[in-house]
């Protein structure tokens, strides 16, 4: 079906950055929305930011104004790029997406593996 493969995560200092991608692959027909969330140890997953394919975002509000993300239609491909990172954002971070598989206007939601995230003091 769809495959969702997340790449640069890693570790780095406080105030350092970093920049996700997230590859869609398989039978897609279109992709309605694409976006990140994260979790940490025993905490609940939740959303970071969001893009959708009108360009409309939106960002959970703990990492407004220092992460951006954005997207490559053509390659199935959204990024996430952080800024001044804490040690707060310490997580796995997740690709999701919402994607239409077929002429039928069913949509569905795919998941990737995670990718970690790990910020130093």
């Known amino acids: 079906q769809v495959q969702l493969v997340e790449s640069g995560g890693g570790l780095v200092q406080a105030g350092g950055s970093l920049r996700l991608s997230c590859a869609a692959s398989?039978?897609?027909?279109?992709?309605?929305?694409m976006g990140w969330y994260r979790q940490a140890p025993g905490k609940q997953r939740e959303l970071v930011a969001q893009?959708?394919?009108?360009?409309?975002?939106n960002y959970a509000d703990s990492v407004k104004d220092r992460f951006t993300i954005s997207r490559d239609n053509a390659k199935n491909t959204v990024y996430l790029q952080m800024n001044n990172l804490k040690p707060e954002d310490t997580a796995v971070f997740y690709c999701?997406?919402?994607?239409?598989?077929?002429?039928?206007?069913?949509?569905?939601?795919?998941w990737g593996q995670g990718t970690q995230v790990t910020v130093s003091s």
């Open positions: 999701h997406a919402n994607i239409r598989t077929s002429w039928y206007p069913e949509q569905n939601d795919f």
């Open positions: 398989g039978k897609i027909f279109s992709i309605n929305a």
């Open positions: 893009i959708t394919n009108g360009d409309n975002t």
